[in-house]
């Protein structure tokens, strides 16, 4: 076994134990920290070996880069469909691998010493060399300087562009578009009004001007660097929803009539004797059956009568309706005079069934019985009727006079105690108003109380789902200060970096968001504060270097007793330190920073840094704007349905064709005191004159019995309005943080701590007053926070050489640790804990990466968080190998409490030339897809489809895209790179 394959076995072995610590668990990470996430870039290759590096601030957009996403679900808040960010027990920790910073393995590792740099060889400019010449020497001594160190030459905010990308001697404009082509068709298992899927989620433009990028060499091994730029940057910031809702609120109460009347025949008069009729003793009942239209009564229908007596005997009646005599409600046979013009002796008899009770006060001031009338509140009290409270029903009463007790009548005027009731049961001649007017005082009215409020809500305007973007203009100004011990091999750095500018949220210009707005241009503005500082002679030396510039004068060389080698260690070891610094930053955009003085050597580094910024925070805000209730409405007929009682003995017929199949039933017992059963009767009444026929069986003309139920509901009503309002996504906050940051050997960590501040906790895009207790998914916000992110990694790299003293072999293993914690953290922003390793096996043809994670979000650093997931171990993993003929296989892997998730892509380099550039191809497979919901969520969508890359020959122009398609729609993203 050869010597290297114990190194790379036991690499293996190491990965693997990390990866067996704890068990699989699904990892869901936060989309807004996707800069920080660790990429491999593996299409960087030479002619002579193909290398990875670390490239923790590549767009994220690069499709080599894997990272997971948290899940996200919609939520209904009682009616309205809120689209939401629910977590369901996923974990949500932050998954930042704390930047391994995986090593970058040299292109060549050299037996011989180390030649010089570039930037330390200065010529000597003749006298006759003018200053263009000087001004081309010096870009391309910065452009050198870009390309080893990237950090220190051009700091980064962590928004522009990436400091590896700046070139200032090839570009002055720089512009990065990202496009998202999903589309989630309304038809598939997605909901589309749930997204807001923008086309644009990014771009990014920096501008360079060529004449304010300066490189310059001191007397006393001093190094100056100025950068400036100007940037405009436009990125997805969330959705927001909106609904306006009306509640129409109405309470009713309803009044139950009825009425039956048996006229007595001449028989039963003669055999008791008319002065008997008072010594009976009559049991009367009725029933109604309205039956819906196409319906028909059973052939075996029956009323069950249960009737308990005053002496407290129980009588009990099965009546079958089929052998029932039956009847019209009107008889064409018989006389139509008037009871008045008979006299007591032969004037017809007939039984009131049930008492009388007088609700005409309700018809006062000329109200109609009709539906839609207005009843005015004092016709109400006359009638007897206070209502109660709308919603409690408290004081509500009703108390209305019986006008007229059941018993045997005479029909004439004055003879029953009630000429209403006469006048209906008598005169065939009413009008409509004249027989409304008696009805309301012929039945038996009772009333069924107030009922509850019943509530309809319909829409206003359809709900409306608004995108939301931020945008920011920048101006960037980044001053150093390297300066070489002449005696020690000791480094120290000074840096000055401002970036101030302004914040704009918009939903595409139509509305903007002031307390927004405010939130992060203030955040930016505080960098405005480091365009002022000057530490230590940083702005004399940059004057005194552009004095000799403008003086044609030459640069300085560096004297030093530190090698050549031993420099370049110290340059590596700053630009590593300060790479490390920033991308363990807790800031989502750095508006300025000052580092202050450190010591850098070959073999350690220190430094201590004060940013300001802006700090990201996920929240999801529900807002909900209820209008009082109006006054009540005056109080209105809402329903009124009155039968057709009398006339009696009329051959007038009244007929109402268009009613509904209306069966009504009637019974009446005569029973003298000492027992003898004079009348037991029953009949059925129906108004479908085309199925009945007349069957009296009492001797008379004329109708001789009837009927009647009758139904009159009032109504009140209220309403309100009510505005619904929903934000998911991300706020900007200002925010004032310390990082440390350094490097012992091949340790390497990093401290930030810091505080953000919020001037409208409980504001977001389109709401101004957050309900955070109106729904369990929503977040709430503070004024105030604090943040903390530690990391360390080591670095363990063993290379072998051959006998040629050429390398051969590099293996590579750098284990890290991260913590992140805010002390207000809730489901969208949990504090975390991550562990892992980098595994690299690298050949001059080949190299293989292994990068397993593993993450937790304790419940003793998210205390007051309701989430199951607490504590549970998320996994992921990432495999790579690439090979110098431009084959690339990348596959990404997650394990946790949902169902594991996968990712697998293999690309080729099917075009290279030096002056057309490369062409890259290849296939991919996922079993998830990301969606905008607030911000990036993945869900389940298995999908597959091409890869198409393009990178022009001097990197001007560079696309990466993804085409593909599931089953229920096109998936794809494309992003664009311009350098010019």
């Known amino acids: 076994m050869k010597k290297q394959d114990i190194f790379w076995i036991a690499g293996l072995l190491v990965t693997l134990s990390v990866s067996a610590l704890f068990p699989a668990k699904v990892l869901a990470t936060q989309p807004e920290k996707v800069d920080n996430f660790f990429s491999v870039n593996t299409n960087d290759h030479t002619d002579e070996i193909y290398y990875n590096t670390s490239d923790q ?33 996923q974990q949500q920790t932050q998954f930042t691998p704390i930047q391994p910073n995986l090593p970058v393995v040299p292109k060549e590792i050299p037996s011989l010493p180390i030649p010089e740099d570039k930037p330390e060889t200065k010529p000597t400019l003749a006298p006759e060399q003018n200053k263009q010449v000087l001004r081309i ?204 013009n008979l006299d007591a002796r032969n004037a017809p008899k007939f039984f009131q069934g049930f008492p009388t009770v007088n609700l005409q006060p309700l018809l006062n001031n000329g109200v109609k019985l009709e539906a839609g009338s207005i009843i005015p509140r004092e ?12 919603f409690t029903n408290q004081g509500y009463s009703f108390k209305a006079p019986i006008t007229s007790l059941p018993g045997i009548k005479t029909l004439q005027v004055n003879q029953i105690n009630n000429n209403d009731l006469f006048e209906v049961l008598s005169n065939p001649f009413l009008t409509k108003e004249q027989r ?25 305007l359809s709900p409306q789902n608004q995108a939301w973007y931020r945008y920011t203009l920048s101006r960037s100004h980044n001053r150093t200060l390297l300066q070489y011990d002449p005696e020690k091999i000791r480094l120290n750095y000074l840096n000055v970096f401002a970036n101030p500018g302004l914040s704009v949220t918009t939903a595409q210009w139509q509305d903007t968001d002031l ?55 110290m340059n590596e070891r700053l630009n590593n330190t300060l790479s490390y610094g920033n991308t363990n930053s807790s800031l ?65 017929p009244k007929t ?58 009032l109504s009140t009503s209220q309403k309100r309005e009510i505005e619904t309002s929903s934000y998911t996504g991300n706020l900007y906050l200002p925010a004032v943080e310390f990082v440390i940051s350094g490097s012992i050997d091949n340790l390497s960590y990093s401290l930030s701590t810091g505080m953000w501040f919020n001037l409208f906790p409980n504001s977001a895009p389109m709401i101004n007053q957050k309900l955070g207790n109106l729904s369990p998914n929503a977040t709430a916000e503070g004024s105030l926070g604090g943040m903390l992110k530690f990391a360390t990694k080591a670095d363990f790299r063993n290379t072998f050489y051959d006998k040629n003293k050429q390398w051969s072999t590099i293996i590579v293993n750098s284990p890290f640790l991260s913590l992140t914690y805010n002390n207000n953290p809730n489901r969208l922003n949990l504090s975390s804990l991550s562990i892992g390793n980098v595994f690299q096996f690298v050949k001059p043809d080949f190299n293989i990466t292994l990068y397993p994670v593993l993450n937790c979000s304790p419940q003793i650093l998210n205390p007051d968080v309701q989430s199951t997931s607490l504590g549970d171990i998320s996994t992921f993993l990432l495999m790579n190998f690439s090979h110098r003929s431009g084959f690339n296989f990348n596959t990404s892997f997650s394990f946790g409490n949902q169902e594991p998730s996968y990712q697998i892509e293999s690309t080729y380099d099917v075009f290279k030339d030096k002056e057309l550039g490369t062409v890259t191809i290849g296939p991919y497979y996922s079993t998830y897809s990301t969606a905008t919901k607030g911000f990036e969520s993945q869900l ?41």
């Not at 409304?436 to 206003?460: K, R």
């Not at 298995?942 to 998936?971: Q, W």
């Open 515 to 569: 307390n927004q707005t405010t939130n992060a241009s203030l955040g930016l503005i505080l960098g405005s504060a480091f365009s002022i500082i000057n530490p230590g002679n940083l702005n004399a030396s940059i004057n005194e270097a552009k004095e000799q510039f403008n003086t044609v004068k030459t640069l300085a060389t560096l004297q030093t007793k530190a090698t050549s080698q031993q420099r370049r260690q």
């Open 656 to 713: 109402n064709a268009n009613a509904p199949q209306t069966i009504t039933y009637t019974f009446l017992q005569a029973k003298t005191s000492d027992g003898q059963i004079l009348f037991d009767k029953s009949f059925v009444f129906d108004n479908n004159f085309d199925s009945l026929f007349t069957a009296a069986s009492i001797i008379g003309g004329g109708k001789i019995f009837d009927i009647n139920f009758s139904r009159l509901q």
């Open 940 to 980: 389940k969508d298995p999908n597959y489809g091409m890869i198409f890359r393009y990178a022009s020959a001097n990197s001007g122009l560079v696309m990466n895209s993804r085409l593909g398609k599931s089953e229920d729609g096109f998936r794809g993203d494309m992003n664009l790179e311009f350098k010019f």
């Open 436 to 460: 409304d007017f008696h009805y309301l005082n012929s039945l038996s009215w009772s009333n069924l109380g107030q009922q509850s409020p019943e509530v309809t809500t319909s829409s206003i």
């Open 57 to 89: 601030h590549s767009n994220i957009n690069n499709i080599n880069n894997f990272s997971l996403y948290k899940s996200n679900y919609s939520y209904s808040l009682g009616n309205e469909i809120l689209t939401a960010q629910e977590t369901n027990n």
């Open 137 to 340: 020497l010096m870009r391309s001594l910065l452009d050198n300087s870009a390309s080893r160190y990237p950090f220190f030459v051009n700091t980064s905010d962590k928004l522009i562009i990436n400091p590896r990308n700046f070139q200032p001697s090839k570009f002055t404009f720089y512009a990065n578009f990202g496009f998202d082509l999903d589309n989630f068709q309304p038809s598939n298992a997605f909901q589309k009004e749930q997204f807001s899927d923008p086309l644009i989620k990014s771009a990014n433009i920096s501008i360079y001007p060529n004449d304010e990028q300066f490189y310059w060499v001191l007397d006393g091994n001093r190094v100056v660097i100025e950068t400036q730029g100007n940037h405009l940057n436009f990125s997805y910031q969330g959705n927001s929803y909106q609904q306006k809702l009306r509640q129409f609120a109405q309470i009713s109460t309803a009044f139950f009539g009825v009425q039956t009347v048996f006229a007595f025949p001449t028989a039963l008069t003669d055999s008791v004797g008319s002065n008997k009729l008072n010594d009976l003793n009559v049991t009367i009942a009725g029933a109604e059956i309205v039956l819906p239209p196409g319906v028909q009564l059973p052939d075996n229908a029956s009323f069950n009568l249960n009737i308990t007596g005053s002496d407290g005997s129980l009588f009990q009646k099965l009546i079958p309706l089929a052998n029932a005599p039956k009847s019209t409600t009107d008889q064409l046979l018989g006389g139509g005079a008037l009871s008045g």
């Open 379 to 390: 016709n109400l009290l006359a009638a007897g009727l206070t209502l109660g409270d709308f």
């Open 588 to 652: 989502a955009q750095v508006s300025g920073s000052y580092t202050f003085s450190g010591n850098i050597t070959s073999d350690s580094s220190l430094l201590l840094q004060l940013r300001t910024g802006i700090y990201q925070r996920n929240v999801q805000f529900i807002e909900q704007i209820i209008q009082p209730w109006t006054d009540e409405t005056p109080v209105v007929i809402d329903s009124v349905s009155l039968g057709d009682l009398g006339p009696m003995f009329s051959n007038i």
